[in-house]
């Protein structure tokens, strides 16, 4: 199977950068916000995400990380934060790829059971291949790819990260 490079390491971190400008600038008006990334690569794009807005802003930023069977989401959606945690509050759903949106939709529904601020989502690659209504606030990047290809991101350990189509 061939590896398509779709985004280098360079263009992610320029990617990070760029959403986490969007982010303060989306949300300057506030103290504090929550940065809740879908586990596992979410997670650590939310992570990357928090990084670089911490060197740019004065929020106060609380990083969430939100676990969700993505074979049966209608499961039980965890948090590594408390409801209270988060309420009244800026939030940023993150994840690495919005596929068809079944995660994300999801995701949303679970944070809509408490009162918040705002409300914005945060994808590095937008796939196009949407079954249901949400899109993405802050993306990398739009591909328009067959629904047998596949997108996969790589967040490596010694900072060679990369996102590729199979």
């Avoid at 690569?41 to 993505?70: D, M, P, R």
């Avoid at 949407?130 to 997108?151: Q, R, W």
Wanted: glycine share 4%.
């Amino acid at each position: 199977m061939s590896k398509n490079i779709i985004l280098s390491n360079q263009e992610i971190e320029h990617t990070i950068k760029r959403i986490a400008y969007q982010i303060y600038e989306t949300f300057v008006d506030e103290e504090e916000i929550v940065i809740a990334g879908i586990a596992a690569n979410g997670f650590t794009f939310a992570k990357k995400i928090t990084e670089a807005l911490a060197k740019i802003s004065t929020l106060k930023i609380s990083l969430c990380e939100v676990q969700i069977n993505k074979l049966n989401p209608e499961s039980v959606v965890n948090t590594s934060l408390t409801k209270e945690q988060y309420t009244n509050k800026g939030l940023v759903l993150v994840d690495d790829v919005l596929n068809s949106g079944t995660t994300l939709i999801y995701a949303v529904r679970h944070f809509l059971d408490v009162p918040l601020k705002k409300f914005k989502t945060a994808v590095l690659v937008d796939r196009n291949h949407k079954k249901y209504p949400v899109k993405a606030d802050f993306k990398g990047i739009s591909l328009s790819t067959s629904s047998l290809e596949h997108v996969q991101v790589v967040f490596d350990e010694n900072g060679d990260n990369y996102a590729y189509l199979s």
